[in-house]
């Protein structure tokens, strides 16, 4: 009698340690975190992302977010707009995954960065159930308005200075205000669209004011050398009057379109801007079309934007030396870098037999593992069965054998 009872006794535990035997699927915590929570059209702004839970493997998330607000620019894995892949664990007993993603502030406005994860196994491939989180990014305004200066004018008598102040120069030195009339000796003779003629400065004056970031430079102009500045990004600037020598000004000339045209500086608090010409080759962005704005008493060429008659896309060199589309808000006064808004994403292909299976666990992962645990609950249960039966016919048997004794 005491042998039957420890042989049911062994079989329960058995049965009872077999639960243990099945799959456990434990809850990821997502959480989404910005470097600021509050920015400035232009600046960057960094999202990361933390995945918890312990002895974590693998996993593969989306996220979303206002395209219209905010440009994505890329993350920490090199991963597709849209995914995050975080690198696996390289051992177990890690606890957490972490990932990073840049965007762009487009315009004003706020947008949510929401993250949610689907797919997620522990080091031992256990299935991990799935997680979300989000974070709110709002976008202000530039807090410095920039004030448009022009230092072309057609009217000579607001013809620009050489330095930033709107007047001729006023230097103890000579100046082309106070200079003699020009003469072939000194002076090249030039017909400066929107301008007139004017007589082109062989050689700068000494002490002369110059723009801040230019230095003087000899350059060729129609086979003869010449005295001229040259700034940042390869903006050559030439000195000239009219034929009495007076209003100066500088000008800008593109050797490569052998082309000279006023020279207009935008001026933003600590950052100065040299207006140039659109190249021919410029890609116009949808909605905008090629035109002029009035900057001052003058127009420089602009693109216009066809749904906003305040919005203007200015080709401009920062003193930094990076030439680039800049936003001009005309009634606001904002000047920004131009950011294109982002194309619509392409399918991602297809791999081929030829590529290598990624490192990271599939999504078909999850249904192989949910068959696997459909199985082994079958097995526990149809093993319970039997073990209940085999209990009962060995009880049987006993009761029988005491009977006949």
């Known amino acids: 009698m005491k042998s039957y009872r420890k042989l049911i006794f062994y079989i329960l535990l058995i049965t009872l340690f077999s639960a243990f035997l099945l799959p456990q699927v434990f809850a990821l915590s997502v959480s989404v975190s910005a470097s ?3 920015v400035k059209v232009g600046d960057s702004v960094t999202v990361t992302v933390t ?12 996220f979303s977010y206002d395209s219209s607000v905010l440009q994505y620019t890329g993350d920490s894995n090199s991963s597709s707009a849209g ?11 890690l606890t957490s995954l972490t990932a990073t993603m840049t965007f762009k502030a487009l315009k004003v406005g706020s947008s949510t960065v929401s993250v949610s994860c689907s797919s997620a196994y522990d080091f031992d491939e256990n299935p991990i159930s799935g997680g979300s989180g989000s974070t709110s990014i709002t976008v202000s305004a530039p807090s410095s308005s920039p004030s448009p200066t022009s230092s072309g004018s057609s009217s000579p008598s607001k013809s620009p200075s050489p330095s930033k102040s709107p007047s001729p120069s006023t230097s103890a030195s000579p100046s082309p205000s106070e200079s003699a009339p020009t003469s072939e000796e000194t002076h090249i003779k030039a017909d400066i669209p929107g301008v007139g003629v004017r007589y082109i400065f062989r050689k700068l004056p000494d002490g002369l004011n110059l723009p801040e970031g230019y230095g003087r430079v000899d ?10 500045l040259s700034g940042a990004g390869g903006v050559t600037l030439l000195y000239a009057v009219d034929k009495a020598g007076k209003n100066a000004a500088f000008f800008v000339y593109d050797k490569a379109g052998d082309q000279i045209y006023s020279l207009f500086l935008l001026t933003i608090p600590e950052k100065t801007y040299t207006l140039l010409q659109l190249p021919s080759d410029v890609n116009i962005p949808e909605g905008y079309a090629l ?14 934007s066809i749904t906003d008659a305040n919005s203007f896309l200015l080709y401009a060199c920062s003193a930094g030396g990076e030439a680039a589309l800049y936003q001009y808000d005309a009634k606001n006064g904002f000047f920004y870098p131009y950011i294109a808004p982002p194309e619509p994403e392409e399918p991602a292909p297809l791999p081929s037999d030829s590529e290598e299976p990624a490192i990271q666990p599939t999504p078909d992962k999850g249904s192989e593992d949910g068959t696997l645990t459909l199985i082994l609950a079958v097995g526990f249960i149809v093993f319970f069965i039997a073990t209940i039966a085999l209990s009962g016919t060995l009880m049987s048997r006993k009761n029988t054998e005491t009977e006949d004794k």
Do not use: C, W
């Open 36 to 38: 600021s929570s509050s």
């Open 219 to 228: 350059i060729s102009y129609h086979n003869e050398t010449i005295e001229a």
């Open 51 to 62: 995945f918890s839970q312990a002895n974590i493997g693998a996993l593969t998330a989306t």
């Open 291 to 304: 035109g002029e704005m009035a900057l001052g008493d003058r127009a420089v060429p602009a693109l216009l």
């Open 83 to 93: 995914k995050i892949s975080p690198l696996p664990a390289s051992g177990p007993g």
